[in-house]
DNA sequence: TGCCCTAATGTCACATCTGACATAGACTGA
DNA sequence: TCAGTCTATGTCAGATGTGACATTAGGGCA
């Protein structure tokens, strides 16, 4: 596992915290922050695949740059919604989506 | 397709007009719809599967049966964020998810 | 009939997300 | 060196999503 992942998923750390204490809620939580995490990166090769600069692919999206920006860095205050309407922007189909999906890069290990 | 499906698929129809004029967006629009209705109709199906009623579901997700209930009419209110811890909840697996997005029940039949 | 369980729909205060903007760092090429 | 491009990070007002609640309707059962 890279580094910067490590990084990314501590940052996307979150409140997982603040809910642990309670059910079994926790792996639930821990699978949707990696997926987040797969969403983001995928996104990102997405956007360089395609040549795209994040100033480009926010307009695609009416966006900004800053925002595309924090997708790619798993920022916890960007939502599933918008990364899969930038992947989607950035060229991105249904099917490409959900191969990412499916790609379980546990980060556990 | 089914009645009840179109009915949800208009009531999403959603702001689509207004992004509508602009450039090519209508289609990342439109698939980004298509694609809260398939997990909408997977959250119905996993719950039921999993002899659930909207209100346990509801509580294992901390949030509350009207949610749920607008979770599965694809309510335009409704993220995919949520639908995706929904569906955790429910028991789906990431793998699960995947495989529901890889469905391309495309709605334009 | 009444009671209970389930689900659908509307509303609202509050929380979260969003785009825009400013700024800064890294890296180019002139 | 400087100007230009790309990306990262912080902030904030306004938009959107959220849980909770009330209400309604339908079905099963005593």
Known sequence: MKTS????????????????????LSNEEAAFVELKL??????KKCRTNQGLSQTELAKRLRSSQSRVAKMEASDPA?????????????GAKRRDIAKAIAKSESLAA
């Open 78 to 90: 960007v939502s599933i919604d918008l990364l899969i309407r930038a992947l989607l922007a950035a």
């Open 38 to 43: 797969t969403l983001s990166n995928s996104l």
């Open 5 to 24: 992942q490590r990084k990314k998923l501590e940052a996307a750390g979150w409140k997982v915290g603040s809910t642990r204490e309670f059910l079994g």
